[in-house]
């Protein structure tokens, strides 16, 4: 499907979108709501709130109201859904869908936006395909008149999932899903400290009835020794294995035992797995001291995360886009995210994959049901049992792997060593710690570390190695070290990216630096070339997003202030952007954005236009090198100049409690995936470069940056990444976020132009999932065939 460029601001002009949302709530759900009404009301659209669900369609009347641009303010930051969700069986009758179609008719709405799970949208597909009938019924009625069937000949439907299970196939992640995980995780790290305290063993159930993802990715998240998930059942036995696994890490030293277990967990004989019948084994078996917590409904509650905010907005974006851009023949779409893209995929065939899943299951296909859940479930369940259910082999590899930490510290950066430490263990190779960054490496402060010796470091802030920031040390002094046998895996910011380059270019004049090197970003500025993502960004953007919601609640209490708030991140404008959406802030400034005096004194007057509304607050965010000389200072000035009379100001630096805290569920995650892919990797190129005795390492792609690219993790050579950085600026000379500005800005009410060619295609789910297994791959084949022709 090609998108014709056309101006955005009247392709909604004499139409109609409602929005609603159904089923369990979620957060972010608010977030999709907000950026659906206001893009609907920038592409000139009416937009029409419909409460409480399908009920509220069936129901009409109040139910069903015009939304205003004011309407959606201060939503971002509030858990659950404002208007309402319920479940409705009035809607699975016929009879309740055609009072549902007469209300839509009326209003003159034939562009509907579902945001719920699988089972809403099912609903929701089931409504678009008798449309057509439905309103020959109400016209045989006398309910509607031929003219209105006319006009409303066709209803264009377009979905969101939200659903905190992440059960939804075709997405990465539905919305809700990252902030569950961090309600989980607060309770993880708080049972942590208490389990320490008394060695004991705790069971941690989460949701997840069907689908083991908040279960899978807590294990990873926290580290646990044990998850129990539905898609998986434990083998024959696992009683013993079980009892013989937490012993063992007793025995290593361990003061606690953490089980994650999901709600739908099960036995290979389909009967239940409570957290009950785990305590009474582990007490049988072990007299371990062990406690049970059942989260419940706490993980659906809750202020939002910035991952569901900036995922519920771009999908509200792009939902209206689908929606305005649908012709009678487009099928039903919902649109999801795939690595960092927003993509659109037909309706139906994400719900036939979810129920195929469903299907594996009930058939004890159990590794078909993990296949069919997507490459991010099978790639942390992989991840998941190799760290925690393979015993270090009796053979060692005699190849030493060097960690070092380089630049400055950020959350996450400790998971991605536990995951190199334990997956070099397992490769049976020796696993060495580099203290204080390249100074350290260069000076010979290199110490063995095991796998007891990273316990618990998932959950630790800052880096436990300890990092510098500078990098320009003697290659000579380095070189000798090097001749141990060391192929170092670098934990980056840019200077160990600037570092590796400085190692492979000396290669020529120092044979024992021609060894295999890996660079994984971590820094909070994400502005590490060859990575859309970088470990630590998403904790130090969650970090500002909490404080600018405390900023604007003081801001709507006092009325009529401007608050300027200053971020990290060097000259990358990712923290400010991306915080800006978040947020919900009036402006960004960055470096790789130009701007001028022109656009602050327009943005003044936007905020004194503001301040005439209802809204009576600002925010502005500046990156903190964003223009020598616009300063945080400068800027504060100008507004409070320019708003007197009107609006006051006060400014924030956040500074340095943007590298702090505990790292959130995604870094965690990212972090310990990076580091077991980066030691594999350092394993097979080990392998591939061993000659004659000893390992020579001199081509391009045996030194590389380990990187997220669009929708899979991907090794780059440094010297290729060369061409693409900006050194002077340390940033990527290219950044797939800034295409993200423009949806900012609209939703803050500026009149600006969107690019809508840039907006995602259809696509098939079922062409993603080639690896399915050959019953489900038969029934699609043809389909497959001709897509793929």
């Known amino acids: 499907m090609s998108h014709t460029s056309m101006d955005p601001t009247k392709m909604g002009i004499g139409r109609s979108v409602a929005v609603l949302t159904s089923g369990g709530d979620a957060q972010?759900?608010?977030?999709?709501?907000?950026?659906?009404?206001?893009?609907?009301?920038?592409?000139?659209?009416?937009?029409?709130?419909?409460h409480e669900g399908y009920q509220g369609l069936v129901d009409g009347g109040d139910n069903i109201k015009l939304a205003t641009w004011e309407s959606v303010s201060m939503m971002l930051q509030l858990g659950g859904t404002v208007i309402g969700s319920a479940r409705c069986m009035d809607f699975r009758a016929r009879e309740g869908r055609m009072k549902a179609a007469l209300n839509l008719v009326k209003l003159g709405i034939t562009n509907l936006c579902v945001i719920g799970g699988d089972g809403s949208l099912t609903g929701a597909n089931q409504f678009r395909t008798e449309w057509s009938t439905l309103l020959v019924d109400l016209v045989k009625a006398g309910k509607i008149s031929d003219d209105e069937a006319k006009t409303s000949s066709h209803l264009n439907i377009v979905g969101m999932v939200g659903s905190i299970d992440n059960d939804f196939c075709g997405t990465d992640m539905t919305i809700g899903t990252d902030s569950a995980l961090h309600r989980i995780i607060e309770v993880v790290d708080a049972i942590t400290t208490t389990a320490q305290s008394h060695q004991r063993t705790f069971i941690l159930?989460?949701?997840?009835?069907?689908?083991?993802?908040l279960a899978l990715v807590t294990a990873l998240a926290c580290g646990a020794d044990w998850v129990f998930i539905p898609e998986m059942p434990p083998d024959e036995g696992w009683e013993g294995h079980l009892c013989r696994r937490l012993a063992d890490q007793r025995a290593r030293g361990c003061r606690l035992n953490v089980i994650i277990l999901a709600e739908g967990a099960m036995g290979r004989d389909g009967k239940p797995i409570g957290s009950e019948d785990i305590k009474k084994l582990v007490e049988k078996n072990l007299g371990f001291d062990t406690r049970t917590t059942v989260l419940g409904h706490v993980q659906r509650g809750g202020t939002p995360s910035a991952f569901d905010r900036i995922l519920g907005s771009r999908m509200g974006v792009e939902a209206v886009m689908a929606l305005l851009e649908a012709t009678?023949?487009?099928?039903?779409?919902?649109?999801?995210?795939?690595?960092?893209?927003?993509?659109?995929?037909?309706?139906?065939?994400?719900?036939?994959?979810?129920?195929?899943v469903t299907t594996a299951m009930a058939e004890n296909r159990w590794e078909d049901a993990i296949k069919l859940r997507g490459k991010s479930f099978e790639n942390n369940w992989n991840t998941y049992k190799m760290l925690a259910h393979i015993n270090p082999p009796d053979t060692k590899s005699n190849i030493n792997v060097a960690i070092v930490n380089v630049g400055a510290p950020c959350a996450g950066m400790n998971a991605a060593v536990r995951s190199a430490v334990r997956i070099g263990i397992i490769q049976g190779h020796n696993m060495l710690a580099v203290h204080d960054g390249f100074e350290g490496l260069a000076h010979g402060n290199i110490v063995p570390i095991t796998w007891t010796g990273v316990s618990g470091w998932t959950g630790k802030g800052g880096s436990e190695l300890g990092t510098k920031r500078y990098y320009i040390i003697s290659l000579f002094q380095l070189s000798l070290y090097c001749q141990l046998g060391l192929s170092p895996l670098l934990l980056s910011p840019p200077q160990a990216f600037m570092g590796g380059l400085e190692l492979v270019t000396a290669r020529e004049k120092y044979e024992e630096l021609c060894i295999p090197m890996v660079v994984i970003p971590a820094t909070v500025s994400n502005n590490v070339p060859g990575s859309d993502f970088s470990i630590g960004a998403d904790t130090a953007l969650n970090t500002i997003t909490s404080t600018c919601d405390r900023i604007k609640q003081s801001a709507a209490g006092t009325k009529r202030r401007v608050f300027i708030i200053e971020t990290m991140?060097?000259?990358?404008g990712y923290l400010a952007?991306?915080?800006?959406?978040?947020?919900?802030?009036d402006a960004a400034y960055i470096y790789e954005d130009k701007f001028g005096i022109r656009d602050l004194e327009m943005n003044v007057e936007h905020l004194v236009q503001k301040m005439k509304t209802d809204v009576k607050r600002g925010l502005i965010l500046r990156n903190e090198k964003c223009n020598a000389n616009y300063t945080t200072d400068f800027i504060f000035a100008l507004y409070s100049e320019e708003g007197k009379g009107v609006f006051d100001c006060r400014k924030?630096?956040?500074?340095?409690?943007?590298?702090?805290?505990?790292?959130t569920p995604f870094d965690r995650n990212f972090g310990t995936k990076m580091g077991s892919k980066a030691v594999l990797w350092l394993t097979e190129k080990l392998k591939e470069m061993y000659r004659h005795g000893r390992i020579f390492a001199n081509t391009p792609d045996s030194a590389c940056v380990l990187g997220m690219r669009k929708r899979a993790?991907?090794?780059?050579?440094?010297?290729?990444?060369?061409?693409?950085?900006d050194f002077e600026h340390r940033i990527p000379k290219t950044s797939w976020w800034l295409k993200l500005r423009p949806i900012m800005k609209i939703l803050a009410k500026y009149n600006i132009s969107l690019d809508t060619s840039e907006h995602a295609h259809m696509e098939h789910v079922i062409k993603k999932r080639v690896s399915m297994p050959a019953p489900l791959m038969k029934k699609h084949k043809e389909e497959v065939?001709?897509?793929e022709e």
């Open 569 to 572: 991140g060097g000259y990358c």
């Open 205 to 213: 159930e989460v949701m997840g009835r069907h689908c083991g993802y």
């Open 328 to 356: 009678p023949e487009t099928p039903a779409c919902v649109v999801s995210l795939s690595g960092n893209q927003a993509v659109r995929l037909p309706l139906m065939e994400c719900v036939q994959v979810t129920k195929d």
């Open 785 to 787: 065939e001709e897509e």
């Open 713 to 725: 993790l991907t090794f780059q050579p440094l010297a290729e990444l060369n061409e693409q950085t």
């Open 577 to 585: 952007t991306m915080a800006g959406l978040a947020a919900g802030a």
């Open 652 to 663: 924030n630096i956040l500074g340095h409690m943007q590298q702090g805290g505990t790292p």
């Open 28 to 50: 972010g759900m608010n977030a999709a709501v907000r950026a659906t009404v206001r893009v609907g009301l920038y592409t000139g659209a009416k937009v029409y709130f419909v």
